[in-house]
């Protein structure tokens, strides 16, 4: 079983910014693709940014040019860097590994992201 644990949500005023960390443990594993998630209050959960083990990102149109992922493969940890935040921005953020080992993927707990007007 791999556990994430994330971290750095809170709450911040809008055109602030915010880190979100999300860290990897557990038995033996080959963490492949790792993504960010939200889910706002009556929405789906949605995508946010992904990498690739090989640094390729991809993001929502939404966040494009505000936001940025990037992963420690050393430390088996990712981050979001979001910056400019806006109100509709708020919601509990999830991170999400791919582990390569048994090709299952795994949730951390969330963390809640809040931007005031």
């Known amino acids: 079983q791999v556990q994430l644990v994330e971290s750095g949500g809170g709450l911040v005023q809008a055109g602030g910014s915010l880190r979100l960390s999300c860290a990897a443990s557990?038995?033996?594993?080959?963490?492949?693709?790792m993504g960010w998630y939200r889910q706002a209050p009556g929405k789906q959960r949605e995508l946010v940014a992904t990498?690739?083990?090989?640094?390729?990102?991809h993001y929502a149109d939404s966040v494009k040019g505000r936001f940025t992922i990037s992963r420690d493969n050393a430390k088996i940890s990712f981050y979001l860097q979001m910056n400019s935040l806006k109100p509709e921005d708020t919601a509990v953020y999830y991170c999400?590994?791919?582990?390569?080992?048994?090709?299952?993927?795994?949730w951390g707990q969330g963390t809640q992201v809040s931007v005031s007007s």
């Open positions: 999400n590994a791919y582990d390569l080992a048994t090709h299952q993927g795994y």
């Open positions: 557990g038995r033996p594993f080959r963490i492949g693709a």
């Open positions: 990498i690739t083990s090989g640094g390729s990102t």
